[in-house]
T-cell receptor
Framework: QKEVEQNSGPLSVPEGAIASLNCTYS??????FFWYRQYSGKSPELIMF????GDKEDGRFTAQLNKASQYVSLLIRDSQPSDSATYLC????????FGQGTRLTINP | GAVVSQHPSWVICKSGTSVKIECRSL??????MFWYRQFPKQSLMLMAT?????????EQGVEKDKFLINHASLTLSTLTVTSAHPEDSSFYIC?????????????FGAGTRLSVL
């Protein structure tokens, strides 16, 4: 079993809708979780991090963490075409391990 | 956010030569940096963890004699791909960890695209 797993997609969402990205992890020792956005040919950029159970909101983005279920999610409200990218979920106790990434496309 | 500079952004070399990639944390000190490799349409694969003042920790299957890592200061780590071959062609990305209670955020450099002819 991979340490961090994501649905690789592709996920297609109409502009203005909510995009929901999901991630599960296996290491219960993981303390912090991160969502990165990666445009094609570019390096990842940090979107959000979360380390407490519950929701964390930042603008149009909301990260959710459920440690009991070992589940992390990212919601993107009012999706824009510029949100089209691959989203990487990362977590781990000592080093970040990434899922395979979810390719998101926002359709105008 | 913290800034990580990676250089060069793109390099082409002949098979058998060595290539050095630099990773610098510009506005913070990083005792730990990481080196990743990414092949087209695949996720990031951690190659090694670079610790300032000590030997790097390599992931399983990564040849330490081929991918030399040096982390001589709190702001600089280097990756040298020795005797590069076409199969080493990839996108190499470094990150530096900004330590904090419960956070340990990693910031990424812009990446280095290596093409070995």
């Amino acid at each position: 079993q991979k340490e961090v797993e994501q649905n690789s997609g592709p996920l297609s969402v109409p502009e203005g809708a909510i995009a929901s990205l999901n991630c599960t992890y296996s290491d219960r020792g993981s303390q912090s979780f991160f969502w990165y956005r990666q445009y094609s040919g570019k390096s990842p950029e940090l979107i959000m991090f979360i380390y407490s159970n519950g929701d964390k909101e930042d603008g149009r983005f909301t990260a959710q963490l459920n440690k009991a279920s070992q589940y992390v999610s990212l919601l993107i409200r009012d999706s824009q075409p510029s949100d089209s990218a691959t989203y990487l979920c990362g977590g781990g106790a000592q080093k970040l391990v990434f899922g395979q990434g979810t390719r998101l496309t926002i359709n105008p | 956010g913290a800034v990580v500079s990676q250089h060069p952004s793109w390099v082409i070399c002949k098979s058998g030569t060595s290539v050095k990639i630099e990773c610098r944390s510009l506005d913070f000190q990083a005792t730990t940096m990481f080196w990743y490799r990414q092949f087209p349409k695949q996720s990031l694969m951690l190659m090694a963890t670079s610790n300032e003042g000590s030997k790097a920790t390599y992931e399983q299957g990564v040849e330490k004699d081929k991918f030399l890592i040096n982390h001589a200061s709190l702001t600089l780590s280097t990756l040298t791909v020795t005797s590069a071959h076409p199969e080493d062609s990839s996108f190499y990305i470094c990150s530096a960890r900004l330590a904090g209670v419960g956070k340990n955020i990693q910031y990424f450099g812009a990446g280095t695209r290596l093409s070995v002819l």
